[in-house]
């Protein structure tokens, strides 16, 4: 669990990238995300977390079609690895716990 | 919007930088991905405002994690590389001692000129920067077209009058100081006197400036009538230790006051102050004076030559408004022929401005260009040197070059190499060049006549700050000296290399080197052109004719109401020959300015003038031309009312020839009518270079406190005769220093600023001449060293030496030639446009002046290169064919 430490923006990504399933190219997750976050992404930003993820295992690609909006490009598309839905898993049941524990009074707050 | 999407492409220069940095590898995905996103966008925003999103996002893309690491895709250690380079440059820097000393001695001499450049102008950059409202203080100053030579005069002064007015007028003005200028007087307390000398201020001094008023009110210390503040030093020498607050003093040497009360205590003024001052007396006390003399000051915006008008302006004011409102009100006043133009000089350039009449330093622009100027092509004839040698010497890297690129080694690297080994070179050059620079400080600081008016301006000290500025010299100098080589050994493919020095020879660059050297030839033909012209004129400028006789004449500076016994005691000596009294002594930029009117008032003259007594014109050898000099002095309670002019003064007035205006009437300064008595021929009334009027006019003078008594002697054993006229001053004046100088002697420090510019470029001429010889030196040793299997079978073949020296000289000849057709020419222009255009009078430039540059280089270059050959000839050539 240790070595394979998730970032908050990261973990989006990578639940983003399970729900696009064969959709889950660079371009889509971005507008996906910034859907979800109502905000705007850079490039940039996306690009990163996806290159450190596969490099971390819990993101494998590969290329996909070209079209023409990308200027003949082809895509990349990324899948995520069972290593990663675990990892996803037992984040949430952390959360899960955490969230049981706190006491009343705290939640009411915010 | 285009109906289709498209037609509109990306923008090229963020594209060019994906494809430049981004891995190979994600390169494809993320362009596709950019692509994709500049689509989308183009549905919700402007053209213009995709395009500007996408070079924003490429830029965040820049990132370490998408980035080509320096070393291409596979993973290099550059601290190795580095380290190897490092290595290699020194071995090479030690090893060729001889291409490492000529670099390293001629870079450090112009980087110590860069240096000093430098700090001077950080130093300039420094002025007034104590006061707190500098970026919002400007100075009224008055400039004047087509009084005299079509010319413009532009001072640093204006009148009271428009101070007053824009003081009441205009609301952009937070505050006005009037300074009135020539205050000097001598306090006495407690039997104890000093002279001092400063500016009458208005009460809002330290509203505008910042200067700290140790003691006493800043908001009250100026507004009665005797108010004195007198600086920090000056307190010190009238009053030592005891607290001068309060204190009465007798004022001497001033008809404006006759006791004052110390009411402040004011720092000196730095060295980085445009204004200089010994004592501040309140405005009041001279306005009272005035309603005493009945006297006009205040109320006549012609009296703009005697005071200073200080302005600070509101935040958010409008130079220009507030400008345009000024001549608004001098609408009224200005004549047609010769209007007043008033305009408004930030405080950033009271010191380089150029205003005439400055209140302290001033160093002009011409002068920083001239001195940037030469700074910068100095340094470059340096790295020319780098830039020539390395070129020379590619011959013996190639084999270096051709290993590192057969085993991978990039053109970049090499050329990252070069310019490493450059710097490296310079960095060294630098330490020594600060050492260097600290050995011309004290010399350009001793300089005479570094500032106009003579007052210390520079003490060139060094700070932590100027380091960054040397860091960035380094890089600069560096740089500029290695790219060239860098760039040419880059490009060289190896294969060509290992095929052998005989095609090197098309590579090295010939045709680069030669013009590099004739530029330096040409540099320092110029600059010995320049320094022989300017000694020149220098001279010409001493020996001129000024129109009268300044031999064997002391001048005695008079600081007390003992004119008349002092006259008389020197009358009875027999080795006087006659005294005359003045004002200002003549012919040493000293004389008023003023102006005239036409009885009619129809035509205005601007004139110099000066006082003098009944002699004088006798004693100096003026030549009169028609009518009478003055017979006696001005009686006490007697109205000035007779004038002795010049020609000029005449013909700018239509006066007729002299005699005609012999009796004439005119109003002197526009208030007071005065008859013409005599008629002189013209003379230099200020010096040879300065921008004055030629009209001139003499006014008898009375009795008076501050003046000069002009003593001429017999001129045997004039030490002696000196002895005596001091002690005779001693008797009379126990309190100040006897203060006599040689009227020649006072003429030659009045062209002292010629002088500094002499030296100035006499050294930077001698620099450029180092380094050129150093680099000459380099290249025939180079040269010759190459051909020496040549000179060898000439010489077995039969070719005397001198047969020798001529042909491998002859290259260098013929650059000289060249160089001195190129110098000659501009240097000339330069001298008569910019160096020399000051003088009115100008010295003749013949044949010996114009060619001296030519001939000292052609010795020079001939010796160096004749001294090289001759050694390379007299070797023995069986030793140098052996090797083969």
């Not at chain 2, 001692?97 to 450049?117: D, E, P, R, T």
């Not at chain 2, 020539?182 to 009460?203: F, H, M, V, W």
């Not at chain 2, 005119?666 to 030629?694: N, R, T």
Request: aromatic fraction near 10%; proline fraction near 3%; hydrophobic fraction near 45%.
């Amino acid at each position: 669990m240790k070595k394979s430490r998730l970032g908050e923006f990261q973990e989006l990504i990578l639940m983003t990238v399970i729900v696009l399933q064969e959709e889950a190219y660079g371009m889509e997750i971005q507008r996906d995300l910034e859907v979800r976050l109502n905000e705007r992404l850079s490039v940039g930003a996306i690009q990163t977390a996806l290159k450190r993820m596969e490099e971390k295992g819990f993101l494998t690609s590969e290329w996909g079609e070209a079209t023409q909006k990308r200027g003949g490009k082809r895509k990349r598309i990324y899948q995520a690895t069972p290593y990663a839905q675990r990892v996803l898993r037992e984040m949430k049941d952390i959360r899960a716990q955490l969230w049981n524990a706190m006491p009343e009074l705290g939640m009411s707050k915010t | 919007m285009k109906p289709t999407d498209k037609h509109i492409t990306t923008p090229k220069w963020p594209l060019k930088l994906l494809r430049l940095f981004i891995k190979r590898k994600y390169l494809e995905e993320i362009e596709g991905d950019m692509e994709e996103r500049f689509q989308d966008n183009l549905k919700s925003y402007s053209i213009r405002k995709t395009r500007r999103l996408y070079a924003w996002d490429t830029l965040k893309l820049l990132r370490s994690e998408l980035m080509k690491s320096i070393g291409g895709d596979k993973r290099l250690n550059h601290y190795g590389m580095l380290k190897n380079y490092l290595k290699t440059s020194i071995r090479n820097i030690k090893h060729h001692a001889l291409f490492s000393g000529i670099n390293i001695v001629g870079l450090a001499i112009s980087m110590s000129i860069g240096i000093f450049m430098i700090v001077l102008l950080s130093e300039l950059q420094s002025f007034d920067s104590f006061h707190d409202k500098k970026d919002r203080t400007y100075r009224v100053t008055t400039s004047r077209q087509g009084l005299f030579h079509g010319e413009e005069i532009y001072l640093a002064t204006a009148s009271h009058y428009i101070g007053d007015q824009i003081e009441h007028k205009i609301p952009e003005v937070e505050d006005v100081l009037v300074l009135r200028r020539n205050l000097s007087a001598e306090l006495t307390i407690d039997e104890k006197s000093i002279p001092a000398s400063g500016y009458y201020a208005t009460a809002s001094f330290f509203d505008v400036f910042s200067f700290k008023l140790l003691k006493g009110n800043p908001k009250t210390a100026l507004k009665t009538p005797g108010a004195i503040i007198l600086t920090e030093s000056t307190a010190k020498r009238l009053f030592r230790d005891s607290d001068p607050i309060g204190k009465t003093v007798a004022v001497d040497g001033n008809r404006d006051f006759d006791t004052g009360i110390i009411t402040g205590i004011v720092e000196d003024p730095p060295t980085n102050s445009h204004i200089t001052f010994e004592m501040l007396v309140s405005m009041a006390t001279m306005e009272n004076s005035l309603v005493e003399h009945r006297r006009n000051i205040k109320g006549n915006p012609g009296h703009y030559a005697d005071s200073y008008v200080y302005l600070v302006l509101q935040e958010d004011a409008n130079t220009v408004k507030v400008e345009s409102m000024i001549a608004d009100m001098m609408a009224d006043y200005n004549s047609k022929k010769a209007p007043m133009a008033l305009a408004l000089e930030p405080m950033g350039q009271f010191v380089i401005g150029g205003a005439g009449f400055p209140p302290g330093p001033t160093f002009s622009k011409r002068r920083i260009d001239m001195m940037m100027g030469l700074t910068i092509i100095v340094l470059l004839s340096a790295c020319f040197n780098y830039t020539n040698l390395s070129l020379a010497r590619a011959l013996r890297r190639s084999k270096e070059i051709s290993v590192r690129k057969v085993v991978g080694g990039t053109s970049l690297q090499i050329f990252s190499q070069f310019i490493l080994e450059a710097v490296l070179l310079s960095s060294m050059a630098v330490i020594l060049g600060l050492g260097l620079f600290f050995l011309i400080k004290p010399g350009f600081l001793n300089l005479p006549e570094l500032s106009i008016d003579g007052t210390t301006i520079f003490t060139l000290n060094v700070t932590p700050v100027h380091l960054v500025y040397f860091l960035l010299l380094t890089l600069f100098v560096g740089t500029i000296a290695g790219f060239f080589p860098a760039l040419t050994l880059s490009k060289l493919k190896a294969t060509v290399l290992f095929k052998g020095a005989s095609k090197m020879k098309l590579l090295s660059g010939v045709n680069t080197r030669q013009a590099l050297i004739t530029f330096q030839f040409a540099l320092s033909i110029g600059l010995i052109v320049c320094a022989v012209m300017v000694h020149r004129q220098y001279q010409y400028a001493l020996n001129y004719d000024l129109g009268y006789d300044t031999n064997n004449i002391v001048n005695i500076k008079i600081q007390g109401d003992y004119i008349n016994l002092l006259e008389n005691e020197y009358a009875k000596m027999s080795e006087v020959l006659g005294t005359s009294r003045s004002a200002v002594v003549l012919g040493t930029r000293n004389a008023e300015l003023g102006e005239a009117f036409s009885e009619d008032k129809s035509d205005t003259v601007m004139f110099t003038t000066n006082y003098i007594g009944q002699n004088y014109l006798i004693l100096h050898g003026f030549e009169l031309i028609a009518g009478t000099g003055f017979q006696d002095h001005l009686k006490e309670g007697q109205e000035q009312n007779t004038l002795v002019v010049n020609k000029t003064f005449l013909k700018e007035l239509n006066l007729g020839d002299p005699y005609e205006a012999i009796g004439k009437s005119i109003w002197y300064f526009g208030e007071q009518k005065m008859q013409i008595q005599g008629v002189v021929k013209d003379f230099i009334s200020m010096s040879l270079d300065a921008e004055v009027p030629k009209a001139f006019a003499f006014v008898k003078m009375g009795v008076t406190n501050n003046g000069i008594l002009g003593v001429k002697v017999a001129s045997n054993d004039l030490w002696t005769t000196m002895a005596k006229l001091e002690k005779a001053y001693k008797e009379l004046d126990p309190v100040h220093p006897f203060q006599a100088t040689f009227y020649d002697d006072e003429i030659a420090r009045t062209y002292a600023a010629s002088k500094t510019t002499y030296s100035v470029i006499s050294f930077l001429a001698f620099l450029a001449i180092s380094i050129s010889t150093l680099g000459l030196l380099g290249m025939t040793v180079y040269t010759t060293e190459g051909r020496m299997k040549e000179i060898s079978i000439r010489k077995v073949l039969g070719a005397g030496i001198n047969n020798l020296v001529l042909l491998l000289s002859r290259n260098f000849l013929i650059m000289i030639v060249v160089a001195a057709v190129m110098a000659i020419p501009g240097s000339l222009y330069i001298l008569d446009n910019m160096i020399l255009s000051k003088f009115l009078y100008r010295a003749e430039m013949g044949l010996i002046e114009t060619l001296s540059g030519f001939i000292i280089i052609l010795l020079i270059g001939v010796l160096t290169v004749g001294w090289q050959v001759r050694t390379a000839a007299a070797q023995n050539p069986a030793d140098i064919l052996r090797r083969e």
